[in-house]
């Protein structure tokens, strides 16, 4: 099997609705955008469809993500929701099929193993998960017959994720750095925005240079134009050794993105 190859930066589409959602993933793509990211839950994977089958990129250049929520993890609904997807999306296949969160319905060795099948009938490229600390993913490898090839989690400067960093090297997976911008509060962190001003860039692409200089792969969401170009000329942003030392040091934590606890049955908590 060919081994995964990632573009530096992917599109985000949480809390894309209806025509901005259309026109975000066109507008994306036109500007050179290469991974498309989507979810069941986000309730947009009709429009991120709509957008690409106007077939402005061919089918073969860009990757496609989508993830199977926590109510569809039990292997039947694996199955039935994610044809129901590649439906949704007008596509024979999905590049990468993620279990969105390790909750609810998720049962390592049954899930992946439905996972595994959807890799062998050709209608998922490769299986990541989402939001696994490190031993959900060893038990997660132990247990899937394919490879598991990227861990998608909540990382920004004030969520630097240095443990899962390590353990994603170690294990030759990626990581996809969600919420990148953290959810806009970028823009109030002082030491980004210092760097930012000196570099004559945005805090936001101050937060995705320092990510992908750490070999993290960031999905930033945008609804405007220039956001979603500002977003993307984040890659032409080099930061000085003594940026990227400051924003290592930021000691500040601070997570945006939580699934509501009545999700989690008792093992997982
Ligand atoms: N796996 C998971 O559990 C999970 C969880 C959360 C997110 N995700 C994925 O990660 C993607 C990104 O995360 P996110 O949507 O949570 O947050 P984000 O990308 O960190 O931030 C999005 C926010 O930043 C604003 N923004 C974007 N570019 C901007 C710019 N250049 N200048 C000023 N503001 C800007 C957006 O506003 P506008 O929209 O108005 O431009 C929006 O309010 C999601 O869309 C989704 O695909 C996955």
Redesign the pocket.
């Known amino acids: 099997m060919p081994t995964l190859k990632l573009p530096r930066m992917g599109f985000?589409?949480?809390?894309?609705k209806d025509k901005d959602c259309v026109k975000g993933v066109l507008k994306a793509l036109e500007m050179g955008y290469r991974l498309i990211?989507?979810?069941q839950i986000?309730g947009n994977e009709r429009e991120v469809g709509v957008a690409l089958a106007e077939k402005t990129v061919d089918r073969k250049d860009f990757l496609l993500a989508t993830?199977i929520w926590v109510t569809k993890l039990r292997p039947e609904n694996v199955k039935t929701s994610a044809a129901q997807s590649l439906l949704k999306l007008q596509t024979e296949y999905v590049d990468i099929l993620?279990v969105?969160?390790p909750a609810w319905q998720y049962n390592a060795k049954k899930t992946l193993l439905a996972f595994a099948n959807l890799v062998d009938e050709g209608k998922v490229k490769y299986i990541g998960v989402?939001?696994f600390g490190p031993k959900l993913c060893d038990e997660a490898i132990a247990v899937c017959p394919k490879p598991i090839v990227v861990n998608?989690?909540?990382t920004?400067p004030l969520l630097q994720q240095r443990i899962m960093r390590d353990y994603l090297k170690q294990h030759d997976m990626y990581l996809v750095a969600?919420?990148?911008?953290?959810?806009?509060h970028?823009?109030e962190v002082p030491t980004v925005v210092d760097i930012a001003k000196k570099h004559k860039a945005?805090p936001?692409q101050v937060s995705l240079a320092w990510l992908m200089h750490h070999g993290a792969i960031p999905?930033?969401?945008?609804?405007?134009e220039?956001?979603?170009q500002?977003?993307f000329g984040a890659q032409d942003l080099h930061l000085d050794p003594e940026d990227i030392a400051q924003i290592d040091n930021i000691k500040e934590e601070k997570r945006?993105?939580n699934l509501p606890r009545f999700l989690f049955p008792k093992k997982f908590k």
């Not at 999905?219 to 405007?224: G, Q, R």
Request: a positive charge; aromatic letters at 14%.
């Open positions: 985000g589409t949480w809390k894309l990211d989507t979810a986000y993830k993620y969105h969160w989402s939001n998608q989690i909540e920004h969600y919420s990148p911008l953290a959810r806009g970028i823009r945005s936001n999905i930033p969401k945008a609804t405007s220039s956001h979603i500002d977003n945006f993105v």
